[in-house]
């Protein structure tokens, strides 16, 4: 941790931080400037130590942490790709991971149709929501218990792996029994009541990124599942909130490779939720595959006129089909395959 002092600041005053530092068993490092000191702290705990410790003290103009605040979800802890098993589709390895499907479970017969459709087309797990976090209490909120139902049967005749969202701490294992990777949605992120449920499930994970949420604040969530010892968890950048409107929400294509720095977990992409507009969900797909996504996260609906939710965003069979065979060559030049 640094601290550095005000300009002018006192003699006392820079010794009240050198005394706090003692009896908080750290060690002191002075950098005498000609107008300013700096001190660095140093010690194993400092990462612990609230900042605000010192900020409060007269003299103080600014107190900087060095260690990050996120570990378990760090590259410094493990080194090594993690690699994600999800009913045998691994998401982290070389083969990108297209998971596709409708925003929400609205019927049996339009979900065996868009599992045919996707799968057809070469995805490899299936999408549905059946609990929906929406803005609004007056929106359709999912088919809830009677969704995953149809889930589990679809999984079932399809021989396909399921992704769904969980949205109650208390219903984590009900969710799990109907799905092979829990998602937790953009509104939950910072939910720790819900991570930390996720994180005792031990059941795989998708993390989306919050749209006003930091990447240091999402890994810093990642690590209330991490610390629970479920060690199965993908990040999922989904757009953030910016000032621009022509999209639903920017998509933070720096994050791809931030991350990949920052962390051993599999990165995956939601073009759909970014873009707002089926028109704009290709082009998104392909940057995040380029970039070195692990995977997308594809909202499909066999008559995206008819959806329930999301359906300006939803790409028909047709425009799916066309974006995995577009998808192909830009995977392989990054050394990859779908
Ligand atoms: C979703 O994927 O269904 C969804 C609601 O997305 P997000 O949480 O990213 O808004
Ligand atoms: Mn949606």
């Known amino acids: 941790m ?3 002092m005000r ?4 003699r006392q005053e820079i010794d009240a931080v050198v005394e706090k530092a003692k009896t908080l068993q750290l060690g002191v490092q002075m950098n005498l400037g000609t107008d300013k000191v700096v001190v660095a702290l140093l010690g194993g705990h400092t990462g612990q130590l609230a900042p605000d410790l010192f900020a409060v003290l007269p003299g103080v103009e600014r107190v900087t942490r060095i260690m990050k605040p996120y570990k378990l979800s760090s590259r410094e802890v493990k080194r090594q790709d993690t690699i994600v098993n999800v009913g045998g589709v691994e998401i982290g390895g070389k083969r990108i991971v297209v998971m596709a499907g409708p ?3 609205e019927s ?3 979900l065996m ?3 045919r459709i996707v799968k057809g087309a070469g995805a490899t797990v299936l999408r549905g929501g059946a609990f929906k976090p929406r803005t609004s209490p007056f929106s359709f909120q999912g088919l809830e218990e009677v969704g995953l139902a149809l889930l589990a049967r679809v999984r079932q005749e399809f021989n396909m792996p399921v992704i769904t969202e969980v ?3 208390h219903e984590v294992a009900v969710v799990a029994k109907s799905a092979d990777i829990l998602q937790i949605g953009s509104r939950n992120m910072q939910n720790f009541t819900l991570l930390t449920s996720v994180g ?5 994970a998708v993390l989306k990124r919050g749209f006003s949420c930091t990447i240091t604040e999402w890994l810093t969530a990642a690590d209330y599942i991490l610390n629970e010892g479920n060690t199965e968890l993908v990040l999922c950048e989904r757009g953030i909130r910016t000032f621009e409107d022509t999209t639903r929400f920017s998509l933070d294509i720096g994050a791809i490779p931030v991350l990949k720095r920052a962390s051993h977990l599999p990165v995956i992409v939601d073009p759909s939720h970014a873009a707002g507009h089926h028109d704009l969900v290709p082009a998104l797909a392909k940057a995040a595959v380029a970039a070195g996504a692990d995977g997308l996260l594809i909202e499909v609906h066999p008559n995206p006129a008819e959806a329930l939710v999301d359906g300006l965003q939803s790409l028909n069979p047709a425009a799916f089909e066309r974006l995995m065979a577009e998808l192909r060559p ?3 030049s990054v050394g990859r395959s779908i």
């Not at 300009?7 to 006192?10: D, V």
């Not at 005792?200 to 795989?204: A, F, M, N």
């Open 103 to 105: 925003c929400a479970v």
């Open 108 to 110: 049996e017969k339009q």
């Open 7 to 10: 300009t002018g600041a006192s």
């Open 2 to 4: 640094i601290v550095e």
């Open 113 to 115: 149709e868009a599992a």
């Open 200 to 204: 005792k499930s031990k059941w795989p």
């Open 330 to 332: 830009i995977a392989e």
């Open 167 to 169: 949205v109650d701490p």
